[in-house]
């Protein structure tokens, strides 16, 4: 089985709202984005796909994102923006990106900081 990743950041800000401590008031973050894609065969130049392909499809959905609010956003405005909940999200709109693909959305990864991750893959 073969696995490429892209990675990329967006910045943005949120607060967490029921969040017993600092992270119930703003601030900002400069999340990173891991997504994966898995498959057991490779095209017929040796890739799973193109890293310029899913580089500009994950361009595009994180735009929806970066710089901005997030809390101010529809996505959110019931759901916290958590990394858990964004990297749910992102993995919908690659996704349907990525339709008719034969290859497998396998997980995409939030970094929040350094040291903590979320991620979100279809069970
Ligand atoms: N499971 C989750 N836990 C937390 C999330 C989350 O999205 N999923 N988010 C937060 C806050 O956004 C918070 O800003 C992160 O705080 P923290 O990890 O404490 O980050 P710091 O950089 O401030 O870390 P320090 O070690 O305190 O400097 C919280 N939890
Ligand atoms: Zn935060």
Redesign the pocket.
């Given at each position: 089985m073969y696995e490429v990743c892209v990675s990329m950041n967006f910045s943005a800000a949120?607060n967490?709202r029921g969040?017993q401590?600092?992270?119930e008031a703003l601030?900002g973050?400069n999340w990173k984005v891991e997504v994966i894609l898995r498959s057991a065969l490779l095209d017929k130049i040796g890739m799973v796909e193109d890293f310029t392909l899913i580089k500009s499809k994950l361009k595009e959905v994180l735009a929806l994102f970066d710089h901005k609010y997030l809390n101010t956003l529809s996505y959110f405005k019931k759901k916290?923006?958590?990394?858990?909940?964004?990297a749910k999200i992102i993995y919908g709109k690659m996704k349907e990106r990525m339709n008719g693909s034969s290859v497998l959305l396998e997980a995409v990864k939030?970094w929040?900081?350094e040291?903590?991750f979320?991620s979100y893959r279809e069970p």
């Amino acid at each position: 089985m073969y696995e490429v990743c892209v990675s990329m950041n967006f910045s943005a800000a949120h607060n967490l709202r029921g969040y017993q401590g600092k992270c119930e008031a703003l601030h900002g973050h400069n999340w990173k984005v891991e997504v994966i894609l898995r498959s057991a065969l490779l095209d017929k130049i040796g890739m799973v796909e193109d890293f310029t392909l899913i580089k500009s499809k994950l361009k595009e959905v994180l735009a929806l994102f970066d710089h901005k609010y997030l809390n101010t956003l529809s996505y959110f405005k019931k759901k916290n923006p958590t990394s858990e909940n964004i990297a749910k999200i992102i993995y919908g709109k690659m996704k349907e990106r990525m339709n008719g693909s034969s290859v497998l959305l396998e997980a995409v990864k939030v970094w929040e900081t350094e040291t903590t991750f979320a991620s979100y893959r279809e069970p």
